[in-house]
């Protein structure tokens, strides 16, 4: 399988959202998708980064603070293995 395409990297990031009850910031979609585009196996990178970004949610918002807190795609499993 090859890298997402940006119309299928958005709805990664906001329909499981979308189903949980909860809002995406516009701008975090945006840099989800710049950060994984043309990313081969790049999805489970953008699922921990997400999981951590909900975690870091002060309401039912996922903002570009969260996921910049939560590490991002390339830093989100490096901050989750040092704090383990």
């Known amino acids: 399988m090859g890298p997402l395409t940006a119309d299928e990297l958005r709805e990664v990031v906001t329909?499981?959202?979308r189903h949980a009850g909860l809002s995406v910031e516009r701008a975090l979609v945006t840099k989800v998708?710049?950060?994984a585009e043309d990313?081969?196996?790049a999805l489970p990178l953008i699922?921990?980064?997400l999981l951590e970004t909900?975690?870091?949610r002060r309401s039912d918002?996922?903002?570009v603070a969260g996921?910049?807190?939560a590490g991002g795609m390339s830093g989100a499993i490096?901050?989750?293995a040092e704090s383990v």
């Open 15 to 17: 329909e499981p959202a």
């Open 33 to 35: 998708v710049a950060d």
């Open 39 to 41: 990313q081969p196996g």
């Open 47 to 49: 699922s921990h980064a």
């Open 54 to 56: 909900w975690r870091q």
């Open 61 to 63: 918002i996922m903002t």
């Open 67 to 69: 996921y910049d807190a």
């Open 78 to 80: 490096a901050q989750t």
